[in-house]
T-cell receptor, first 110, second 114 residues
Framework: DQQVKQNSPSLSVQEGRISILNCDYTNSMFDYFLWYKKYPAEGPTFLISISSIKDKNEDGRFTVFLNKSAKHLSLHIVPSQPGDSAVYFCAASLGNQFYFGTGTSLTVIP | NAGVMQNPRHLVRRRGQEARLRCSPMKGHSHVYWYRQLPEEGLKFMVYLQKENIIDESGMPKERFSAEFPKEGPSILRIQQVVRGDSAAYFC????????????FGSGTQLSVL
């Protein structure tokens, strides 16, 4: 049973515009939510996270929003840059366990 | 400050052979996770280990797969009698005992079974 879902396999955005990546989850007990970025032939790299007690966390061009009532989180990238083109994984943690979504492939068009 | 080190980066095996994948966690990290990514799929949890202990192996196939994290040395994921369906990217991740907020990943081992 997939506890973390990313329903959009791919997204294309023009350079300079906002990229919004979405993620839904089923377990209201998750402690933290994380976003990872992955380039081909490399391991995922940590991007940004948010505690379940917060609703927003910002780091430079990246902002994560958490809507607990909807069990939904999103990653906003603004402005988007060609170097942001990668696969983005949403993850949620509960205790020692981490659950990952299937990823969204973002393409930023110059 | 070296990150999570995995080797080899690429591993080619013929059907029926054994594959051994190694992972050295970040310095100071005592918790190791193994994930598998099949083509066009996400990261699937396989096993979670601490030094000398398997904590959660609920994602491991019941046969042919095993993992260990000895007191000294890297964590090893072993696949016996490999089949074509084992071809995938295998990622190791680690975290510290104190900080359970996030995982740090290695670059992965791409296993190809001929």
């Amino acid at each position: 049973d997939q506890q973390v879902k990313q329903n959009s396999p791919s997204l294309s955005v023009q350079e300079g515009r906002i990229s919004i990546l979405n993620c839904d989850y089923t377990n209201s007990m998750f402690d933290y939510f994380l976003w990872y970025k992955k380039y081909p032939a490399e391991g995922p790299t940590f991007l940004i996270s948010i505690s379940s007690i917060k609703d927003k966390n910002e780091d430079g061009r990246f902002t994560v929003f958490l809507n607990k009532s909807a069990k939904h989180l999103s990653l906003h990238i603004v402005p988007s840059q060609p170097g942001d083109s990668a696969v983005y994984f949403c993850a949620a943690s509960l205790g020692n366990q981490f659950y990952f979504g299937t990823g969204t492939s973002l393409t930023v068009i110059p | 400050n070296a990150g999570v080190m995995q080797n080899p980066r690429h591993l080619v095996r013929r059907r029926g052979q054994e594959a051994r994948l190694r992972c050295s966690p970040m310095k100071g990290h005592s918790h190791v996770y193994w994930y598998r990514q099949l083509p066009e799929e996400g990261l699937k949890f396989m096993v979670y280990l601490q030094k000398e202990n398997i904590i959660d192996e609920s994602g491991m196939p019941k046969e042919r797969f095993s993992a260990e994290f000895p007191k000294e040395g890297p964590s090893i994921l072993r696949i016996q009698q490999v089949v074509r369906g084992d071809s995938a990217a295998y990622f190791c991740a680690s975290r510290s005992r104190q900080n359970n907020e996030k995982l740090f990943f290695g670059s992965g081992t791409q296993l190809s079974v001929l």
